[in-house]
């Protein structure tokens, strides 16, 4: 990878208008959203492809994460997919989940 290249997490970031990201939050708890950070979205992944990931429905979380967007208290995340932020409650991830986040 360049040095100069963003990240792919970067690259999500910042595809994400910063005002969008002041005024999005949580639909359920009306907390505001920051974006994960690397090793948030690696643990993410990892959990994913291990088949351990479902959404608040309880439906696997199949879709490719590009990024997520995560609740100030850390207990949810709202997927990035195809750049786009998936805001809906039924779609969220439990970070209870994925041992990487703490409680």
Request: glycine share 8%; with cysteine.
């Amino acid at each position: 990878m360049d040095i100069g290249a963003p990240s792919p997490q970067q690259g999500v970031v910042m595809a994400l208008d910063k005002r969008l990201l002041e005024i999005l939050c949580c639909p359920a708890s009306r907390q505001p959203v920051t974006p994960l950070a690397a090793a948030q979205l690696d643990a993410l992944r990892e959990a994913q492809r291990a088949g351990a990931l479902r959404h608040a429905d309880g439906s696997q979380v199949e879709d490719g994460l590009d990024g997520g967007l995560i609740t100030r208290d850390g207990r949810t995340v709202y997927p990035v997919v195809d750049g786009i932020p998936v805001m809906l409650v039924e779609r969220a991830i439990d970070t209870a989940q994925v041992e990487a986040f703490p409680r």
